[in-house]
């Protein structure tokens, strides 16, 4: 990559394991209250789609002003594709990609808007050693101690609690769970930002008003597999994405 005299680099990402996908093709169907059903009643409906390539290693180098910073360490590849527009998808998102020792835990969750059922998809993984262990859909998001923003006019979560639950992929019984207070925010984005400002106005007061919110926090993952518990020390990077 380049982006001018003064930044440069190159990143290698190699993937560890054939990754996976929950329902047809990676698909989530509008009005399905099943996450890995089809259209229902066999119809054509809008769709949401994911394939997750997790625990990939990382590697490369970063030139900025002179200096260069070396890189290595674990990513997650997300195949998405839709043919909605993302706010008449949902009107919030939650992401979170936790890596700690040889461990990786991901989560992608989204509450469709109430003229689709306000069904709640959420599709998680726990890949450790570079192989996925456990794709999980019944998982849950709690946010709590909610503080204003001024900039974007969201009440935006302080705490989050991310739990994991489901199988193996060898059938044994799985649970995660990460408690986390949201402080180290290192990015607010206003999607709209480059948009003139009478236009962005317009759009923000009328259709929707972008804003995703991105930490990288220190967290503990509680890990349950087949009744044996492990706590894992980590990172994690966590993302909310309004749209209302």
């Given at each position: 990559m380049t982006g001018g005299k003064d930044l440069n680099g190159e990143l290698a990402f190699r993937f560890r394991n054939q990754g996976f996908k929950v329902g047809p093709e990676g698909r989530y169907y509008m009005g399905n209250t099943s996450v890995t059903g089809g259209p229902p009643d066999?119809?054509?409906?809008?769709?949401i789609k994911h394939i997750y390539g997790p625990g990939a290693s990382v590697s490369g180098w970063i030139k900025a002003k002179g200096v260069t910073y070396n890189m290595d360490g674990t990513g997650l590849f997300i195949h998405a594709q839709s043919d909605m527009k993302p706010y008449t998808v949902a009107d919030k998102w939650h992401f979170a990609f936790f890596a700690g020792e040889d461990v990786i835990l991901n989560m992608l969750q989204f509450k469709t808007l109430a003229k689709a059922g306000s069904v709640r998809v959420n599709k998680?993984?726990?890949?450790?050693?570079?192989?996925?262990r456990a794709v999980t859909i019944g998982n849950q998001i709690e946010t709590s101690d909610f503080q204003h923003?001024?900039?974007s006019g969201y009440d935006v979560a302080g705490h989050v609690v991310y739990a994991w639950e489901g199988q193996t992929v060898d059938g044994k019984p799985f649970q995660a769970k990460i408690e986390v207070d949201s402080t180290n925010l290192i990015s607010r984005i206003d999607i709209l930002h480059q948009l003139p400002y009478f236009v962005r106005k317009i759009i923000q007061a009328l259709i929707?008003?972008?804003?995703?919110?991105e930490w990288y926090d220190t967290a503990m993952a509680t890990i349950t597999v087949d009744g044996e518990v492990r706590k894992i020390s980590g990172k994690?990077?966590?993302?909310?994405?309004?749209l209302q």
């Amino acid at each position: 990559m380049t982006g001018g005299k003064d930044l440069n680099g190159e990143l290698a990402f190699r993937f560890r394991n054939q990754g996976f996908k929950v329902g047809p093709e990676g698909r989530y169907y509008m009005g399905n209250t099943s996450v890995t059903g089809g259209p229902p009643d066999g119809q054509e409906a809008s769709y949401i789609k994911h394939i997750y390539g997790p625990g990939a290693s990382v590697s490369g180098w970063i030139k900025a002003k002179g200096v260069t910073y070396n890189m290595d360490g674990t990513g997650l590849f997300i195949h998405a594709q839709s043919d909605m527009k993302p706010y008449t998808v949902a009107d919030k998102w939650h992401f979170a990609f936790f890596a700690g020792e040889d461990v990786i835990l991901n989560m992608l969750q989204f509450k469709t808007l109430a003229k689709a059922g306000s069904v709640r998809v959420n599709k998680g993984s726990f890949t450790e050693g570079g192989q996925v262990r456990a794709v999980t859909i019944g998982n849950q998001i709690e946010t709590s101690d909610f503080q204003h923003d001024n900039v974007s006019g969201y009440d935006v979560a302080g705490h989050v609690v991310y739990a994991w639950e489901g199988q193996t992929v060898d059938g044994k019984p799985f649970q995660a769970k990460i408690e986390v207070d949201s402080t180290n925010l290192i990015s607010r984005i206003d999607i709209l930002h480059q948009l003139p400002y009478f236009v962005r106005k317009i759009i923000q007061a009328l259709i929707t008003k972008p804003f995703i919110y991105e930490w990288y926090d220190t967290a503990m993952a509680t890990i349950t597999v087949d009744g044996e518990v492990r706590k894992i020390s980590g990172k994690i990077f966590h993302e909310a994405t309004m749209l209302q």
